[in-house]
């Protein structure tokens, strides 16, 4: 028996939320969206004030794909409206305020999930699998770009990167800015690097970059090496995995399979406030 199409809205179609909207509307019935740009259309959708989605009793969850700032505001209406809620990544600005939302959902048994799309990687996911039980000696992440230049660098960009720390290796026992240029508001060049007690993890981005490359490098104690380069997984210079699936359209699959009664997303709510108390970490 084919399921019924669950009614969604998504808040916030910019850059990004244009990729949200578009795998929403593949996997649900999107009845509205809401932009603060009046030139934005988003097919099949109704243009919607925050307030009229949250009003309509219709709709049982909405993406959030609006700045940083107003996350935790926004979340916290549509939580309150009675809605399942994914937000684009970070939750919120600080952990205190992503640990409110969460509690606010769990009390009204509703899915809150953050967007952490690299965790839903194929790659990643393969590369999990191969290193599972395995001792882990060094992480290192490299991403070179240009462009992304509205938020901190931090909250924008590195933030992905402390995601797949916290999944692949939980909270740190210390964190540290190793350097960081740019402006103060913004920074364009950061190298972070979290320290557990048998492995060390690095993370450096420049987004200033005439380059265009994304790359993990996972070393093991016994001196294997797995490396995650865009849609591949290298073991040494064998390719273990080279998929175009996307890992938005995983992710909200995840997201929706919740809402049904399945598992918690892999990035849920508690997943949310744990990479924003590494972000703490390193202030």
């Not at 364009?188 to 557990?196: F, G, H, K, T, W």
């Amino acid at each position: 028996m084919e399921q019924k199409a669950i009614k969604t809205a998504i808040i916030g179609v910019g850059r990004w939320g244009k990729n949200v909207a578009r795998e929403l509307g593949s996997a649900s019935e999107l009845v509205y969206f809401a932009s603060k740009e009046s030139d934005t259309a988003v097919a099949g959708a109704k243009r919607a004030s925050v307030e009229e989605i949250c009003a309509d009793s219709s709709i049982e969850a909405v993406a959030i794909a609006t700045p940083i700032t107003t996350h935790a505001e926004i979340v916290r209406k549509v939580l309150e409206a009675g809605k399942h809620v994914l937000c684009e990544k970070p939750l919120a600005e600080t952990s205190v305020q992503a640990r409110e939302l969460v509690e606010r959902a769990e009390k009204d048994n509703l899915v809150l999930a953050t967007g952490y799309v690299f965790v839903y990687h194929p790659a990643y996911h393969e590369l999990k699998l191969r290193v599972q039980g395995k001792a882990i000696k060094r992480v290192e992440c490299v991403w070179r770009k240009y462009g992304t230049f509205t938020e901190s660098i931090e909250m924008n960009l590195l933030t992905h990167h402390l995601s797949l720390a916290y999944d692949m290796l939980g909270l740190p026992k210390a964190a540290a800015l190793v350097y960081r240029e740019g402006s103060e508001a913004a920074g364009d060049r950061i190298e972070a690097r979290l320290s557990y007690p048998s492995c060390e993890f690095t993370s450096e981005i420049d987004r200033l970059s005439q380059e265009k490359t994304h790359t993990v490098k996972v070393t093991l104690e016994d001196g294997e090496i797995f490396i995650w380069d865009g849609p591949r997984l290298y073991r040494g210079e064998e390719i273990l995995l080279d998929s175009a699936d996307t890992p938005l359209r995983r992710e909200i699959e995840a997201f929706f399979d919740a809402i049904r009664g399945g598992p918690i997303p892999a990035t849920g709510g508690d997943f949310g406030v744990h990479v924003l108390e590494i972000h703490e970490m390193l202030k």
